[in-house]
């Protein structure tokens, strides 16, 4: 399965519905493996690619360190003009 599969449930004609469990999961891997930075890039880097993004699941963001990331990458894709639907 590729990474993107995980991170992204689905594209829509409009944009793409973000799992934050999904995302969540991930982040705990790449917590152990030393990568968390590079987790991140890579959805920043996903997320240059579309106008819109749908969070599934946001009470998987209760964890301080781990919504702070998300909203670090959020907040870089709203400044580029991106739209982001709780």
Excluded: K, Y
Excluded at 18 to 45: I, K, P, Q, W, Y
């Amino acid at each position: 399965m590729r990474r993107r599969d995980l991170l992204l449930l689905r594209a829509e004609p409009r944009g793409i519905v973000l799992s934050c469990e999904a995302l969540f999961m991930r982040f705990l891997d790449a917590e152990n493996a030393g990568t968390v930075d590079r987790l991140f890039e890579h959805l920043a880097r996903d997320l240059s690619q579309v106008g819109r993004v749908t969070l599934a699941d946001p009470s998987w963001l209760s964890r301080a360190d781990f919504r702070a990331r998300v909203d670090a990458v959020l907040d870089a894709f709203r400044a580029r003009g991106g739209r982001v639907d709780p």
